[in-house]
């Protein structure tokens, strides 16, 4: 050890023994749940003060623990100084966290992909993130401990992809329940605080650009659509046009006298919204950013910060998608085919944060702006072998998801009494308007004519077909808690707390079939999509004098709308809870968190008529329920350095909206319809766990855990194969069982007695492992409840007992190993990713179940900071999959394979710079 370091560790010593006060931060340590038992001093880093003195230990003696900023309901969690110990090993529940140098070290770009580092966590399709292989349903996302509503129709939580890692503080993850969390908690709960009080005035811009081998600089395909589709905007064009409109809000069926079918005919055939055109050379991705913040003293003991971010981001990917479906249980082929898409996203989004800092008070005000669009261009063909047919498939569409938060949080403290109060507002909106589908058959045993030319006669699939859907969702949540803490004694601190909170959905889906009716001319139906709903052509159809003259038809055209007995429905969730906690310390180096926490939650789901009224379809919910949910966690110190922790609690599930509405929506990400099941129930959730952590120098750590989970009535996607799509549904399963372990391990190498160039560097090492495994147990006349498929049946049709769950992967490993300056910005992160296959979906009809197999993604990071005219900058480069590994999803006899959505995902590669003033 050098002299200069071993002075400086025996000024710390010293200082510790004469100023206790100075040596340390004594801020009031709080738990997940509120605040704790006062923090004491830790005999373990004592340990390592004295040991760097002797010069016996690795631990440089400058290291501290970075103060995480986190906020959370009923407390924050607050680590300060060189001898306190870091959140992991301090909460009284089991978490992870990822501070803003975590998130740094991974280079992700969204907060859902630098989530899949941390143990147990893995992402399926966009930013939707399972714990412990159970899906999003079972997981709980907050941002400064206030929920959120999610803009993803088939998705209860906001998917975590649309959250910049710039605008994040800290993501803390908590796998083990206590009572002032809500009390949907099946898998855990995620936790994202936003930056709120810079420490100092600050300016950051920064810039980037990627680009992947499979799409840039590649063919690709796209259509026109508006001016600002850069921007993530729609000038107007997609929006109906004024006939249109007027039929939507008349409240009118499409055959009612007075609708002008010919009139909103000619409006939607824009050749703009319609046109797939190719792309020689698709351009690289950009993004770009602007982040300030600024501080100030204010009162006697105050501060008052302001942080703004901005950024904006343009990024296109191909996929080459092989697509196919069985016609039985031994996979023989019914439909075969691929399709090649590209998908162009833009991702906006700004945030506005006002904090105060008063004394120990804290205040935060937040405000955040996420939109994030998608303008798919798709190209498939199809061979249907049943009918001998070949289709081909052309599909546009535009799909905007936006997110609008305001929120409050106060956090006050009165010395043994804390108060904590949030309150915020969110909206998300979906649109996607003007989705269209052109279908163009031929005959695979064309007998003459025009039998082997592709035409599109909009016969409603007898031959071709064309229809175009507009939808759009609206979700309003209003959030209200309170928290109040007290210290009573040394052992014993308690907290009780109350939440309201009110989610009200609306959702609207309107689809057209556009028909010829008559006698169409074959040759018209080989005309491309824009002439074939020309203005000429619409009008031709409606002139039987030109017809006749002609000597075609006679024809015309009709409108059918597939949407007209459910073209919306109205959802709402109030949930009215409380709950009491108590932190208990009765011995000496044994604690206990124990709270109950009760709800009373009123979920119902209302279908509403062209009129905009509830239409009393039977396709109605209504969910009364109220539960008690307990929740302990036991933790003991075994030794400085190794503590166990026990943990048992019951929480629930409630359904999706999207699953409970049945209306079909198509995701493009899955290339899938989804449609819901108004007969499902809660899903209730036993839960327990047992974990030893032991920690040891330069924040090294080793963890392992053993997990179970009872679970009532879990909810399961299933899918059916019909008419050149897959159509997926939701049903609720008799019980599941999942079950599993997880180890984790942190090694920090300082690494500065190789030499003085070495002198500020650390090797980093960061592993972990999750084993999880899972039954759904069916039994005799166990039965589940499928209105649109005859309502109660027997389970068995739906699902195999010991089957796993949908999501659950056996084995999720993660591995990071790097080099790191502690005196400046500089890494080289390798990262291993794995996850074994996966069930995403059942299948009916005794097939196999379609399965995705993630396997190993290996990526590589490298940031490196300088200065240049006297602003700091930092130049970052990522290599992502490096081993080119493919998307693959898929069902298997075990002798015979077919895939269902499996494609190319190519290497990418990125440089970005930013600099702070």
């Given at each position: 050890?050098?002299?200069?370091?071993?002075?400086?560790?025996?000024?710390?010593?010293?200082?510790?023994?004469?100023?206790?006060?100075?040596?340390?931060?004594?801020?009031?340590?709080?738990?997940?749940?509120?605040?704790?038992?006062?923090?004491?001093?830790?005999?373990?880093?004592?340990?390592?003060?004295?040991?760097?003195?002797?010069?016996?230990?690795?631990?440089?003696?400058?290291?501290?623990?970075?103060?995480?900023?986190?906020?959370?309901?009923?407390?924050?969690?607050?680590?300060?100084?060189?001898?306190?110990?870091?959140?992991?090993?301090?909460?009284?529940?089991?978490?992870?966290?990822?501070?803003?140098?975590?998130?740094?070290?991974?280079?992700?770009?969204?907060?859902?992909?630098?989530?899949?580092?941390?143990?147990?966590?893995?992402?399926?399709?966009?930013?939707?993130?399972?714990?412990?292989?159970?899906?999003?349903?079972?997981?709980?996302?907050?941002?400064?401990?206030?929920?959120?509503?999610?803009?993803?129709?088939?998705?209860?939580?906001?998917?975590?992809?649309?959250?910049?890692?710039?605008?994040?503080?800290?993501?803390?993850?908590?796998?083990?329940?206590?009572?002032?969390?809500?009390?949907?908690?099946?898998?855990?709960?995620?936790?994202?605080?936003?930056?709120?009080?810079?420490?100092?005035?600050?300016?950051?811009?920064?810039?980037?650009?990627?680009?992947?081998?499979?799409?840039?600089?590649?063919?690709?395909?796209?259509?026109?659509?508006?001016?600002?589709?850069?921007?993530?905007?729609?000038?107007?064009?997609?929006?109906?046009?004024?006939?249109?409109?007027?039929?939507?809000?008349?409240?009118?069926?499409?055959?009612?006298?007075?609708?002008?079918?010919?009139?909103?005919?000619?409006?939607?055939?824009?050749?703009?919204?319609?046109?797939?055109?190719?792309?020689?050379?698709?351009?690289?991705?950009?993004?770009?950013?602007?982040?300030?913040?600024?501080?100030?003293?204010?009162?006697?003991?105050?501060?008052?910060?302001?942080?703004?971010?901005?950024?904006?981001?343009?990024?296109?990917?191909?996929?080459?998608?092989?697509?196919?479906?069985?016609?039985?249980?031994?996979?023989?082929?019914?439909?075969?085919?691929?399709?090649?898409?590209?998908?162009?996203?833009?991702?906006?989004?700004?945030?506005?944060?006002?904090?105060?800092?008063?004394?120990?008070?804290?205040?935060?005000?937040?405000?955040?702006?996420?939109?994030?669009?998608?303008?798919?261009?798709?190209?498939?063909?199809?061979?249907?072998?049943?009918?001998?047919?070949?289709?081909?498939?052309?599909?546009?569409?535009?799909?905007?998801?936006?997110?609008?938060?305001?929120?409050?949080?106060?956090?006050?403290?009165?010395?043994?009494?804390?108060?904590?109060?949030?309150?915020?507002?969110?909206?998300?909106?979906?649109?996607?308007?003007?989705?269209?589908?052109?279908?163009?058959?031929?005959?695979?045993?064309?007998?003459?004519?025009?039998?082997?030319?592709?035409?599109?006669?909009?016969?409603?699939?007898?031959?071709?077909?064309?229809?175009?859907?507009?939808?759009?969702?609206?979700?309003?949540?209003?959030?209200?808690?309170?928290?109040?803490?007290?210290?009573?004694?040394?052992?014993?601190?308690?907290?009780?707390?109350?939440?309201?909170?009110?989610?009200?959905?609306?959702?609207?889906?309107?689809?057209?079939?556009?028909?010829?009716?008559?006698?169409?001319?074959?040759?018209?139906?080989?005309?491309?999509?824009?002439?074939?709903?020309?203005?000429?052509?619409?009008?031709?159809?409606?002139?039987?004098?030109?017809?006749?003259?002609?000597?075609?038809?006679?024809?015309?055209?009709?409108?059918?709308?597939?949407?007209?007995?459910?073209?919306?429905?109205?959802?709402?969730?109030?949930?009215?809870?409380?709950?009491?906690?108590?932190?208990?310390?009765?011995?000496?180096?044994?604690?206990?968190?124990?709270?109950?926490?009760?709800?009373?939650?009123?979920?119902?789901?209302?279908?509403?008529?062209?009129?905009?009224?509830?239409?009393?379809?039977?396709?109605?919910?209504?969910?009364?329920?109220?539960?008690?949910?307990?929740?302990?966690?036991?933790?003991?110190?075994?030794?400085?350095?190794?503590?166990?922790?026990?943990?048992?609690?019951?929480?629930?599930?409630?359904?999706?909206?999207?699953?409970?509405?049945?209306?079909?929506?198509?995701?493009?990400?899955?290339?899938?319809?989804?449609?819901?099941?108004?007969?499902?129930?809660?899903?209730?959730?036993?839960?327990y766990e047992a974990r030893l952590e032991y920690y040891w120098g330069s924040a090294s750590k080793l963890s392992a855990a053993g997990f179970f989970k009872d679970i009532k009535n879990p909810i399961e996607v299933f899918s059916s194969f019909n008419d050149n799509s897959v159509i997926s549904r939701f049903a609720n399963a008799p019980s599941a069982m999942l079950y599993g372990a997880e180890v984790e391990v942190q090694w920090n190498k300082d690494l500065y007695d190789l030499g003085e160039w070495w002198d500020s560097k650390r090797f980093v090492a960061i592993a972990n492992y999750t084993y999880t495994q899972s039954d759904i147990s069916v039994q005799s006349g166990d039965l589940v409840n499928v209105p649109e498929l005859g309502g109660l049946q027997a389970a068995t049709n739906f699902f195999a007992d010991g089957t796993s769950l949908t999501g659950q992967s056996d084995h999720i490993a993660n591995v990071q190993l790097g080099l790191e300056d502690l005196d400046r910005v500089s890494q080289f992160t390798f990262l291993f990713n794995y996850g074994s296959k996966r069930v995403i979906s059942r299948s009916t009809l005794s097939r196999p179940d379609i399965l995705e197999n993630p396997g190993l993604t290996i990526d590589f990071v490298a940031r490196q900071g300088f200065t240049l005219a006297g602003a700091d900058l930092e130049v970052k480069f990522e290599a992502r999959n490096l081993t080119g590994r493919d998307h693959f999803e898929y069902q298997t006899t075990g002798t015979t394979r077919i895939e269902n959505n499996?494609?190319?995902?190519?290497?990418?590669?990125?440089?970005?710079?930013?600099?702070?003033?």
């Amino acid at each position: 050890m050098s002299t200069g370091k071993q002075l400086t560790a025996l000024l710390l010593l010293t200082t510790a023994l004469t100023v206790p006060g100075a040596a340390f931060a004594q801020d009031a340590g709080v738990g997940t749940g509120a605040e704790g038992v006062p923090a004491q001093e830790d005999p373990a880093t004592d340990a390592v003060v004295a040991q760097q003195v002797e010069g016996i230990d690795e631990t440089p003696a400058e290291e501290e623990y970075e103060e995480p900023e986190i906020s959370v309901p009923g407390g924050a969690i607050v680590v300060t100084g060189r001898r306190r110990q870091d959140v992991t090993r301090a909460s009284s529940q089991v978490v992870s966290v990822l501070d803003s140098a975590s998130i740094a070290r991974t280079g992700e770009g969204d907060i859902a992909g630098a989530l899949t580092r941390v143990t147990g966590l893995s992402t399926v399709g966009n930013g939707l993130v399972y714990v412990r292989g159970l899906g999003d349903r079972y997981s709980l996302a907050l941002l400064n401990g206030l929920p959120l509503p999610s803009p993803q129709p088939l998705s209860r939580v906001v998917p975590l992809d649309i959250f910049p890692t710039s605008i994040i503080a800290s993501s803390m993850v908590q796998k083990t329940y206590s009572a002032n969390f809500p009390g949907e908690f099946g898998g855990g709960v995620i936790n994202l605080t936003t930056r709120a009080v810079p420490e100092e005035s600050f300016l950051k811009v920064s810039a980037g650009i990627s680009g992947d081998t499979e799409t840039t600089f590649g063919t690709g395909y796209t259509y026109y659509g508006s001016d600002y589709d850069w921007f993530g905007f729609d000038d107007g064009r997609r929006e109906p046009g004024p006939a249109l409109q007027s039929f939507l809000d008349s409240g009118q069926a499409m055959t009612d006298p007075g609708v002008d079918q010919q009139a909103i005919l000619t409006e939607l055939g824009d050749p703009n919204l319609i046109l797939l055109q190719s792309i020689d050379k698709l351009p690289a991705n950009w993004s770009a950013g602007i982040t300030a913040g600024t501080s100030f003293d204010v009162f006697s003991d105050g501060r008052f910060g302001v942080i703004a971010t901005a950024s904006l981001s343009n990024k296109y990917r191909n996929r080459f998608i092989t697509r196919q479906s069985a016609l039985n249980g031994d996979l023989d082929l019914d439909q075969t085919g691929s399709q090649f898409q590209t998908d162009q996203r833009i991702l906006a989004n700004a945030m506005l944060g006002l904090g105060l800092e008063v004394g120990e008070h804290r205040f935060r005000l937040t405000n955040l702006f996420i939109r994030d669009s998608l303008k798919r261009s798709s190209l498939a063909q199809i061979d249907d072998l049943t009918d001998d047919d070949d289709d081909l498939f052309q599909n546009t569409g535009w799909y905007e998801r936006q997110l609008i938060d305001s929120q409050f949080v106060g956090e006050l403290e009165f010395g043994d009494l804390s108060i904590d109060m949030r309150a915020g507002y969110a909206q998300t909106q979906r649109e996607a308007p003007n989705e269209w589908e052109f279908v163009y058959s031929r005959d695979l045993n064309p007998s003459g004519g025009l039998d082997d030319i592709y035409l599109n006669l909009q016969n409603g699939g007898q031959r071709g077909r064309t229809t175009v859907a507009f939808s759009d969702l609206t979700e309003d949540l209003y959030y209200g808690g309170l928290d109040v803490s007290y210290q009573l004694a040394n052992w014993l601190g308690v907290t009780v707390g109350g939440a309201y909170t009110d989610t009200s959905r609306l959702s609207r889906r309107r689809e057209f079939d556009i028909r010829t009716t008559g006698s169409y001319p074959l040759v018209f139906g080989a005309f491309r999509p824009d002439n074939l709903l020309g203005d000429a052509l619409i009008a031709l159809g409606y002139d039987s004098a030109a017809q006749a003259a002609a000597g075609i038809g006679p024809f015309s055209y009709t409108i059918i709308e597939t949407t007209a007995a459910d073209p919306a429905f109205s959802a709402g969730l109030e949930i009215k809870a409380g709950y009491a906690q108590a932190r208990i310390e009765p011995v000496t180096d044994i604690s206990l968190d124990l709270g109950v926490r009760y709800e009373d939650a009123q979920q119902e789901v209302v279908p509403l008529g062209l009129d905009g009224l509830p239409s009393g379809s039977a396709n109605a919910t209504l969910l009364n329920n109220d539960y008690w949910l307990p929740a302990a966690t036991m933790t003991i110190q075994i030794s400085d350095s190794l503590q166990a922790r026990l943990n048992a609690s019951k929480t629930i599930a409630r359904p999706q909206f999207r699953e409970l509405i049945l209306q079909s929506y198509y995701d493009p990400e899955t290339n899938r319809q989804f449609t819901g099941n108004p007969g499902l129930v809660d899903s209730e959730l036993t839960n327990y766990e047992a974990r030893l952590e032991y920690y040891w120098g330069s924040a090294s750590k080793l963890s392992a855990a053993g997990f179970f989970k009872d679970i009532k009535n879990p909810i399961e996607v299933f899918s059916s194969f019909n008419d050149n799509s897959v159509i997926s549904r939701f049903a609720n399963a008799p019980s599941a069982m999942l079950y599993g372990a997880e180890v984790e391990v942190q090694w920090n190498k300082d690494l500065y007695d190789l030499g003085e160039w070495w002198d500020s560097k650390r090797f980093v090492a960061i592993a972990n492992y999750t084993y999880t495994q899972s039954d759904i147990s069916v039994q005799s006349g166990d039965l589940v409840n499928v209105p649109e498929l005859g309502g109660l049946q027997a389970a068995t049709n739906f699902f195999a007992d010991g089957t796993s769950l949908t999501g659950q992967s056996d084995h999720i490993a993660n591995v990071q190993l790097g080099l790191e300056d502690l005196d400046r910005v500089s890494q080289f992160t390798f990262l291993f990713n794995y996850g074994s296959k996966r069930v995403i979906s059942r299948s009916t009809l005794s097939r196999p179940d379609i399965l995705e197999n993630p396997g190993l993604t290996i990526d590589f990071v490298a940031r490196q900071g300088f200065t240049l005219a006297g602003a700091d900058l930092e130049v970052k480069f990522e290599a992502r999959n490096l081993t080119g590994r493919d998307h693959f999803e898929y069902q298997t006899t075990g002798t015979t394979r077919i895939e269902n959505n499996s494609y190319d995902v190519g290497r990418s590669f990125s440089v970005s710079v930013s600099a702070e003033f």
